[in-house]
């Protein structure tokens, strides 16, 4: 167990260089220099520009460069962003705790949903409800997040008014409300990007979910539940599902930088404003250093995510117990 | 033993279907030039006509420079599915290489990949695309297909990988050195053929993947640029007008998907097919 | 004397077989018979045995009376127990039978356990799942069945999971699980096989105690003639899904009719004075 947290966090760690260390590489081809006079001008006073010159060692030869770079990175110092007129990192700490919340929402329900969805299609496998639910989860599988939530932004959200289509709140004198109202009012933001990316999730771990059953069910100790007079659903819950959700976890995880991608295009298509929709902005600003940290932190929260799941899988289905 | 498995392939439905709906979309792009009622970039009238709901003259609508929307989702057929078959087999040609190199050199080769294989994969693909056209500026499809198809042989290079490790033990391996075949004789006359079930899954399962990434990427503006189109800068084309014109979201929304499904009902299939010969 | 167990032409076919090539047999429609035709009477504290090698159909014969037979599989004719046609039986009903009334022992007593849980829960579940609502009572039911077949340190092994015990523990846990609600009919499917020679007569003995304590039928299957002899008073030869003796073991090692009767009887190792040929 301890052997193989060690080795996610040295995995995770190697990412994080490998990545950082491409980061800084694009950094140098970036077309003009990010702290410019011509960029945004009258924004950055010169006093200002000549600091972080020396800071970031723009005069110095790349090696040097580098290794301040990475030494300023370990400590959160991240650059200035000129489209935002902040340093890089107020405007992600601000930006990463939501989207955070959106996937960490998205995970919770769409995992509990596909294992749900999963569990029927094996209690009915070959029957009606098995077809229809596999239909669903096919199309929830070849659909892609972002063209799922155009489509639920488009007619949920723009047409039929049932949701808000954009933003974390809602505009003008909301902030005066309670904290109650207030909270209410985020959730209400937050249910059409969480629940699109949810769909996504609850698709896949359905699928997985259903396949892991249908497999465990044919071992022998399920006959011996049966054989005691268990139900079907107790078999399927108190049996069958314990020795297949392991393999699942394990699949989610593996599926979590593309899910860390959609999320990114989610945060776009609703305007939720965490790293991806910085992300996009900082883009078409061509604000090098925002664009290129909120990468970088994206695909931090990608490989944790994934490196979390990995030990969780093995806390709930350790591998030692196989029959040999 | 791959005649087997073609064998019970063609006789699965599903797969037949799914197999028609890919050659039926590649048909359309390949004839696009040909079947196309009017030219992709046409605004023949950017006032009186942008905008139009499907009718006799424009099935699938205009957009709102007025330009036909079917013509452009044919042709939008050919940059797209063009771009993902070559990204797919770019990647396919990589993985199996990359893999087969791991699994039959072994030793520092197989470190080394599979060092690569465990970094790479746990970044978000999108997001390296993201990165590098932000740094480059925009790509031509060509360069988008090396992007794509160079950033995914992951998958593909894991299982040639571990399926050539299988074989590599196997009688026939042992048989065939025994009697003086060199290494790389065997790799290409048995075990590639022997994998080359495999490599079609994951050839299936990376074209399933890359659709809708070069869909997203050309929906946020960063992918094909106009005036080519392409299924995803269609939806960006009408970004604007989404909830009024249906007929700009639907059409582009269901070719992708359909694509995509019918990629994933092959891999399915073929994995089922491959799988039933395994069978003790 | 009216029969416990009342088996009246059994078949059981399998409809959409898939042995081997798929392909060809779907095509074919070949429909698979395991069991053809099997009549045979059990009375109440009888015990028989059900012999035969292979593929000659006996697990499929166990598997038919407890009704868990996999879904690939049909069975038809008659099986009445205790009055009542268990094929015909409502689901709700036959699982109540099962566990309570009829109970199994299985083959491979690794791969019967569910690796995820303590041996000792399982077994308990065998009475919650009847309606004890204690689950201390049933907890403790089952640590004294599990030390009544001879599992030593019951309460040290009953904390633990499958893959931390012994062949022979498991088996007597899957005895424990079976026997835990006094089921007047135990069904033991090659309960020895998969041991060692030492465990294996230690788990007969268990048996044949069990059995003689509480006046239980018992049904024992298997391929080894040996292993019924000692147990069973009454045999049944099984051969490629048809019952070829019907008769008094001792009459069958005597004297058997069959050739696969007699085949079966020759490979029983027998002990002799040296120069003997078994």
């Known amino acids: 167990m301890t052997r193989l947290i060690l080795n996610r966090i040295l995995q995770a760690a190697a990412v994080i260089a490998v990545v950082a260390t491409s980061v800084f590489v694009l950094l140098q081809f970036a077309p003009g220099d990010p702290f410019a006079a011509s960029l945004d001008g009258t924004d950055v006073p010169p006093g200002v520009r000549a600091e972080w010159r020396a800071r970031y060692g723009f005069d110095l030869p790349p090696a040097q460069r580098f290794t301040r770079w990475a030494g300023a990175l370990a400590h959160g110092q991240l650059g200035y962003a000129p489209s935002q007129h902040r340093v890089v990192s107020a405007v992600l700490a601000e930006a990463m705790p939501r989207t955070l919340l959106l996937i960490g929402v998205a995970l919770a329900i769409g995992f509990a949903l596909g294992v749900l969805l999963g569990l029927l299609q094996a209690r009915h496998h070959g029957r009606w409800q098995d077809r229809v639910i596999g239909a669903l989860t096919l199309g929830g599988v070849a659909m892609p997040e972002f063209l799922l939530g155009l489509l639920a932004m488009t007619w949920l959200g723009a047409r039929w008014r049932l949701f808000p289509v954009a933003g974390l709140a809602s505009e003008g004198d909301a902030a005066a409300w309670p904290m109650w109202e207030r909270l209410l009012d985020h959730l209400w933001h937050l249910a059409l990007p969480a629940g699109v990316l949810a769909i996504s999730v609850a698709a896949r771990v359905a699928r997985h979910q259903r396949a892991a059953l249908l497999g465990v069910l044919q071992e022998d100790f399920i006959r011996t539940a049966r054989s005691k007079g268990l139900g079907e659903w107790t078999t399927l819950w108190r049996h069958a599902l314990p020795n297949a959700i392991g393999p699942v976890l394990a699949l989610l995880g593996l599926a979590l930088p593309s899910l860390v991608g959609g999320a990114v295009l989610i945060e776009k298509i609703f305007g939720w404003p965490g790293m991806g929709l910085t992300l996009f902005d900082a883009l078409l600003a061509r604000d090098y250093p925002l664009i290129l940290a909120a990468t970088l932190l994206a695909t931090i929260i990608a490989v944790v995510a994934r490196a979390l799941t990995d030990v969780v899988a093995e806390l709930v289905a350790p591998r030692r117990e196989r029959p040999v | 033993m791959a005649a087997r498995t073609w064998n019970r392939l063609l006789h699965d439905r599903p797969a037949r279907v799914a197999a028609a709906v890919l050659a039926g979309a590649a048909l359309a792009a390949l004839l696009a030039p040909l079947i196309s009622p009017f030219d992709p970039a046409l605004q023949p009238d950017p006032v009186a006509l942008r905008l139009v709901a499907p009718s006799w003259q424009h099935p699938l609508g205009t957009d709102p420079y007025s330009r036909d929307v079917l013509s452009r989702m044919l042709h939008g057929a050919r940059i797209s599915l063009g771009v993902a078959a070559g990204a797919m087999l770019l990647s396919a040609t990589l993985g199996t290489a990359l893999g087969a190199l791991a699994a039959v050199v072994g030793g520092w080769a197989d470190a080394v990949v599979s060092g690569l294989v465990d970094i790479l994969i746990a970044v978000p693909r999108l997001l390296i695309i993201v990165a590098l056209v932000a740094t480059f500026g925009a790509l031509s499809p060509w360069w988008l297909v090396v992007l794509l198809g160079g950033s995914g042989w992951l998958t593909t290079a894991r299982i040639v990988r571990a399926e050539l490790r299988d074989h590599l033990h196997r009688e026939y391996v042992l048989a065939a050195r025994a009697l003086g075949a060199t290494d790389w004789r065997i790799t290409w006359q048995h075990l590639l053929p022997a994998v080359a079930p495999q490599v079609a899954v994951a050839a299936a399962l990376a074209l399933a993947a890359v659709i809708p990434l070069e869909a997203a990427l050309s929906f946020v503006g960063l992918g094909v640029q106009p005036p080519l189109a392409s299924w995803g800068n269609i939806l960006l084309d009408g970004a604007d007008y989404l909830t009024s014109a249906w007929w700009l979201v639907v059409f582009p929304v269901a070719a992708i998907t359909c694509t995509v499904g019918a990629a994933l009902i092959l891999a399915d299939r073929l994995r089922a097919a491959i799988g039933g010969e395994r069978a003790p | ?278």
């Open chain 3, 1 to 278: 004397m009216t029969s416990l167990l009342s088996v009246d032409a059994l078949r059981i076919d399998a409809p959409n077989d898939v042995p081997g090539d798929a392909a060809s047999d779907v095509r074919n429609g070949t429909r698979r018979t395991i069991l053809h035709d099997i009549s045979f009477d059990m009375a109440a504290g009888e015990t028989v045995g059900i012999v035969g090698e292979s593929g000659s159909g006996k697990t499929s014969l166990a598997l038919a009376l407890m009704g868990l037979l996999p879904h690939g599989l049909r069975a038809t004719g008659r099986v009445t127990f205790e009055g009542r046609d268990l094929l015909t039986l409502d689901d709700r009903t036959r699982r109540d039978l099962r566990g309570r009334r009829m109970a199994m022992v299985f083959q491979e007593p690794f791969t019967a356990l569910n690796p995820r849980q303590r041996v000792g829960a399982q077994v308990a579940e065998m009475a919650t799942a009847h309606g004890q609502r204690d689950g201390r009572r049933a907890r403790l039911d089952a640590m004294a069945m599990l030390e009544r077949v001879g599992l030593a340190e019951p309460e040290d092994r009953a904390q633990r999971y499958p893959h931390q015990l012994s062949g022979g523990e498991r088996q007597r846990v899957l005895l424990a699980m079976a026997l835990l609600l006094a089921p007047v009919l135990l069904i033991a499917d090659e309960p020895t096989s998969a041991l060692d020679v030492t465990v294996q007569a230690q788990v007969l003995e268990v048996l044949r105690d069990c059995q003689r304590e509480r006046g239980m039928a018992l049904l024992l299957v298997s391929h080894d003639l040996g292993v019924v002899a000692g147990t069973c008073h009454r045999t049944i030869v099984l051969h490629e899904g048809r019952i070829v003796e019907n008769a008094a073991t001792r009459e069958i090692f005597t004297a058997p009719r069959h050739p696969q009767a007699a085949a079966l009887v020759a490979a029983v190792p027998r002990t002799g004075p040296p120069g003997t040929r078994a």
